[in-house]
Each structure stands twice: as C-alpha cells, then as structure tokens.
C-alpha cells in the first residue's frame, strides 16, 4: 500500500475534531462543533472515495456490477451467488430482487461475503475473512490501524486475523 493510500485509510476526523475543539470528547461539543464535526467527516469520506475510486479499489457507493467485476479481477471466485426477493416498503414501489455472493480467493485464504441494494444497483455490505501476513514489524502497525475486528495470530510470524467491511480498500491484502 502507498504512503497517500494509508494515510487516507488510517485518518480520524473524530480524533482531529476533538483535537480542534480543545481536546473535549466529542461528547461534550457543542451544537457548531458537532455540525463542523459532521462536516469535516464528510469531507474527509468524500476524499476517500474518491482516492480509492482511482486506485480500482472497492469504496462507499460502488455499484453492484463494479464491485463484482473488481473483486473476480483480484482473483477472487465465485463460491455462492443467489437471489432473493426483498418486500416492497409502501404501496408505490415493485417488490426488488436483490443478489448475495460469496466469493473466496483460491490462493491467499480470504472470502468475501456481500450483498446488494436497490435491485442489484449497488453494494449493500459485505465482509472480507482471512488472514494477512505482514512483511515487516513497520507494516504490523499499518494493519493494526485498519483491523475492523481480528488481531494477531502470531505475532513472531507477523499474521494477523482479518474481518472488515468490503465497502472500502479489499486489495490492501495483494
């Protein structure tokens, strides 16, 4: 991963937010502190999408068919697909098929599990497992930083338990 990449991915608005304001807690921010708060934060997402947009990298918004042509480019493999009817919310609207993948990567041991929204039109969540060796202690900080959940497995062999969202930066892994 580059230097731009990780600094993008391991930003805390919230962090510099209450540095701003003086080292409250978020909780203690007044009304303007949390619409700047807020706004800042926006921001910085914008930002993000937008630089993972032009790496080819999985991000907020990605379409269905984006997100699915992405992920077999990295080598991963469809293991389940399936489609589901999900239930009109009022009278106005048709009923939406929606698509649930799981799709594993045959040599580096990971699985995406995801789904989509609003008739396959874009990616609704999803989830990336497996396991990522670091190739320096240097990048056993990095990846600390962008563990959803998981932890070290072995730490003289710099391997770490991954679980995170696939709505941003799949292919840090590669």
């Known amino acids: 991963m580059?230097?731009?990449?990780?600094?993008?991915l391991t930003h805390d608005?919230?962090?510099?937010?209450?540095?701003?304001?003086?080292?409250k807690?978020?909780?203690q921010f007044s009304k303007l502190e949390q619409g700047l708060s807020l706004l800042k934060f926006i921001d910085d997402n914008q930002k993000k999408k937008v630089h993972l947009e032009s790496i080819g990298d999985t991000h907020y918004g990605i379409k269905w068919?984006?997100?699915?042509?992405?992920?077999?480019?990295h080598g991963f493999v469809e293991g389940l697909k399936y489609d589901w009817l999900t239930p009109k919310y009022n009278d106005n609207e048709d009923d939406r098929i929606e698509e649930a993948i799981l799709y594993y990567?045959?040599?580096?041991?990971l699985i995406i599990?995801?789904?989509?929204y609003g008739n396959k039109d874009h990616i609704n969540g999803g989830n990336l497992y497996g396991e990522i060796k670091a190739n320096s202690?240097?990048?056993c900080k990095t990846i600390w930083k962008w563990l959803?959940?998981?932890?070290?497995?072995?730490?003289?062999?710099?391997?770490?338990?991954?679980?995170?969202?696939?709505l941003e930066r799949v292919y840090l892994v590669n």
């Open 137 to 139: 202690k240097e990048d």
């Open 25 to 27: 807690h978020w909780s």
């Open 113 to 116: 599990w995801a789904t989509s």
């Open 65 to 73: 068919d984006n997100f699915l042509e992405l992920i077999k480019q």
């Open 148 to 166: 959803s959940t998981g932890g070290c497995i072995d730490s003289e062999l710099m391997v770490y338990e991954k679980h995170s969202k696939t």
């Open 105 to 109: 990567h045959p040599t580096k041991g």
């Open 13 to 23: 608005s919230l962090y510099e937010s209450e540095k701003a304001f003086g080292d």
């Open 2 to 8: 580059n230097k731009q990449t990780e600094k993008i």
